[in-house]
């Protein structure tokens, strides 16, 4: 009560002291705060959207994908799981900001830049992801998508028909990353190129190198087929 006659005699006198008028910037400050929490907060979530509909159109494109080649959607899954994981990282830290560390930016940088080289390979943008790749892997060599991304260069040319450079792109996933998983699959397009180039034989020692060093992988699998239709179908 005696804080509110103070304040109306002070009105009355109009003359305000000098500590109300440093409470009043005190709490025009704190209300520039909250206005730029709420500014981050719905970017924050409009890129979350954004994510979301990416996933929604890979999915849709992956669907539309098996159907149309069958058995030959590997790497759509491989880029379809690292989206979804993604995404719930994002989520994760959106809903719990205080219990998870902020991403370097460096680690950031190579993430985006790995994840839309690979979505320009799967929309069929050549030449960026083309790019994308081979910047990531020399920025990049020694990180565990590092592999991936070699592997992604040799997609890039195999689907512009670039069978002889192709080949070459997907020896090095195994000359510099002998123990990744790409390994497998990149013997196999290896094969599918030599075949594509007329190099029966070549072919046919890759496809059987892959049988023999990794039998149970999915693309011995396709190896054993491939050989025991001769090589061509």
Same mark, same amino acid.
């Given at each position: 009560m005696a804080a509110l006659l103070a304040a109306g005699a002070i009105a009355m006198s109009g003359c305000v002291p000098p500590s109300l008028m440093t409470l009043r910037g005190d709490v025009d400050s704190l209300r520039v705060v909250v206005d730029t929490l709420v500014v981050r907060?719905?970017?924050? #979530?409009?890129?979350? =959207?954004?994510?979301? !509909? @990416?996933?929604?159109? *890979?999915?849709?494109?992956?669907?539309?994908?098996?159907? +149309?080649?069958?058995?030959?959607?590997?790497?759509?899954?491989?880029?379809?799981?690292?989206?979804?994981?993604?995404?719930?990282?994002?989520?994760?830290?959106?809903?719990?900001?205080?219990?998870?560390?902020?991403?370097?930016?460096?680690?950031?940088?190579?993430?985006?830049?790995?994840?839309?080289?690979?979505?320009?390979?799967?929309?069929?943008? #050549?030449?960026?992801? =083309?790019?994308?790749? !081979? @910047?990531?892997?020399? *920025?990049?060599?020694?990180?565990?998508?590092?592999?991936? +991304?070699?592997?992604?260069?040799?997609?890039?040319?195999?689907?512009?028909?670039?069978f002889d450079s192709a080949a070459v792109e997907y020896a090095r996933v195994e000359t510099q990353w002998p123990k990744g998983d790409k390994v497998p699959a990149a013997l196999y397009k290896r094969a599918l190129c030599e075949d594509k180039l007329g190099k029966d034989a070549d072919s046919r020692k890759t496809l059987e190198d892959l049988v023999k060093r990794f039998p149970l992988s999915g693309e011995a699998q396709l190896a054993r087929e491939r050989l025991s239709t001769g090589g061509r179908h």
């Open positions: 907060d719905s970017i924050a #979530y409009q890129t979350l =959207l954004d994510i979301h !509909r @990416e996933v929604s159109e *890979q999915h849709d494109l992956l669907l539309s994908t098996r159907a +149309a080649t069958g058995t030959d959607t590997q790497q759509q899954l491989d880029q379809m799981s690292r989206l979804e994981a993604r995404l719930e990282d994002v989520m994760g830290r959106f809903q719990q900001p205080s219990q998870h560390a902020p991403a370097t930016p460096a680690a950031a940088d190579a993430g985006q830049l790995y994840d839309q080289a690979a979505l320009d390979l799967t929309q069929g943008r #050549y030449s960026m992801a =083309l790019q994308g790749f !081979r @910047e990531f892997v020399k *920025q990049n060599p020694g990180s565990e998508l590092a592999d991936n +991304a070699q592997y992604g260069v040799g997609e890039c040319l195999f689907a512009q028909s670039q």
